[in-house]
């Protein structure tokens, strides 16, 4: 079971980058997916989440009508594009799955792959 992140880099204030996860080792389709993120010295936290069938979308208050999560089960991914981004925005982005929903509490995602880091530079 594998989660691998990518897709992140440096944008300036303003700017876009749209991040992909691929899962391999599982059935994709029968898992809610996640995104977080967790910036130098503070914890991680939920940024984005999409149920097992797609039709259902969380988001956290903090990128909500600027980030925007999608799955393709067909290619095992989950993407977040992200959109206006801002300095406060950096961080190492990771993706996990849940089996608890999009809304599961923290500890019921997994597992964490490396993540991907973006930078948004003022």
């Known amino acids: 079971v594998q989660l691998q992140a990518s897709g992140g880099g440096l944008v300036q204030t303003g700017g876009s980058l749209r991040l992909s996860c691929a899962a391999s080792g599982f059935t994709f389709d029968n898992y809610a997916k996640g995104w977080f993120r967790q910036a130098p010295g503070k914890e991680r936290e939920f940024v984005a989440s999409i149920s097992s069938t797609g039709a259902s979308k969380y988001y956290a208050d903090s990128v909500k009508g600027r980030f925007t999560i999608f799955r393709d089960n067909s290619k095992n991914t989950v993407y977040l594009q992200m959109d206006s981004l801002q300095p406060e925005d950096t961080a190492v982005y990771s993706c996990?799955?849940?089996?608890?929903?999009?809304?599961?509490?923290?500890?019921?995602?997994?597992?964490w792959g490396q993540g991907t880091q973006v930078t948004v530079s003022s």
């Open positions: 996990a799955v849940s089996r608890r929903g999009l809304r599961s509490p923290p500890d019921y995602w997994g597992p």
